[in-house]
């Protein structure tokens, strides 16, 4: 299972900014590399053009700042790897995204999404009314 698309490469802000391919160039450097320091300068020279005139274009196309749109990859990946790998920890998923920490992960998760890393597990994983029936103790019979 591979994940989605996750956030899209192309704004309403069609004909200003970054090229087509100076994007995808981008975004491709960004997906390729989440777990590293994707600085603003690695992401200009992916682009081929400065730093000042990339971070002004990029956000002209996309209407966010560069390091926003990683930001939020990085918590798309995270919301991915929640739902579908129950068996990944969150320090091992803050790694994985080029966290500081699990601390510094967690902080960011719930800016964004509104619920900590755990809570959005716990929801994805077990939909109202789902699961397996549970005794008084609330262990599962069965």
Do not use: W
């Not at 309403?12 to 160039?25: I, K, M, N, V």
């Not at 997906?31 to 956000?59: G, K, M, P, V, W």
């Not at 601390?103 to 890393?117: A, E, W």
């Amino acid at each position: 299972m591979s994940p989605p698309e996750l956030i899209p490469d192309t704004a309403p802000a069609r004909g200003r900014g970054l090229s087509d391919r100076a994007l995808q160039r981008v975004t491709d450097c960004i997906r390729a590399n989440l777990a590293e320091d994707l600085s603003l300068s690695r992401l200009a020279a992916a682009a081929c053009i400065s730093r000042f005139h990339f971070a002004r274009l990029f956000r002209a196309r996309m209407g966010m700042s560069p390091m926003q749109y990683v930001r939020r990859e990085r918590i798309a990946m995270a919301q991915y790897l929640l739902r579908s790998n129950g068996t990944l920890g969150l320090s091992r998923i803050a790694a994985a995204l080029g966290f500081f920490d699990q601390s510094h992960f967690t902080r960011v998760f719930g800016r964004m999404t509104g619920q900590s890393p755990g809570e959005y597990a716990r929801t994805q994983a077990a939909p109202a009314g789902a699961g397996a029936a549970r005794d008084e103790k609330g262990c599962a019979s069965g």
